[in-house]
């Protein structure tokens, strides 16, 4: 069975990050991540990344480093986070419940879905070096 990369943006601004309210599934529904989804067979994780932005959010970013190490999220699902830029539009919340700016002092008050919390002290480094 080939293993399914999940990938996740960080998407930073003037030293906020943008976080995404998860509307489903509903053990999930209300936490917030790191915007994202599944790559297609074949589909690279920057080509995977910037489809799945453009869908959730209606942006058009450019896939920069890896932030933080992979996470397991079972036997053959691995999650990946990078840093994005913004080339152009503006974050609207096509498939979450909300969107927010947060600055590295508010990351730990968030309450995440689990497997993003792996990458909260990344997150904070990335945002006071911005």
């Keep these: 069975m080939d293993e399914q990369i999940v990938v996740a943006g960080a998407l930073i601004s003037a030293a906020k990050l943008l976080v995404a309210q998860r509307q489903r599934p509903p053990e999930l529904a209300g936490l917030w991540e790191l915007p ?3 790559a297609l067979p074949g589909e690279s ?3 995977a990344l910037a489809r799945e932005l453009h869908e959730e959010l209606g942006i058009e970013v450019t ?3 890896r932030l933080g190490a992979d996470v397991r999220l079972g036997p053959a699902r691995t999650l990946r ?3 994005v830029g913004l080339t152009s539009g503006s974050p609207q919340p096509h498939d979450h ?3 927010r ?3 590295a002092d508010e990351l730990d008050h968030l309450a995440w879905v689990p497997a993003d919390r792996a990458w909260l ?3 904070v ?3 006071r070096s911005d």
């Design 97 to 99: 419940r909300a969107l």
């Design 63 to 65: 896939v920069g480093d």
């Design 81 to 83: 986070a990078y840093r």
């Design 121 to 123: 002290a990344d997150l």
């Design 125 to 127: 480094d990335a945002l």
């Design 36 to 38: 994202g989804g599944k």
């Design 101 to 103: 700016w947060v600055d």
């Design 45 to 47: 994780d920057a080509d």
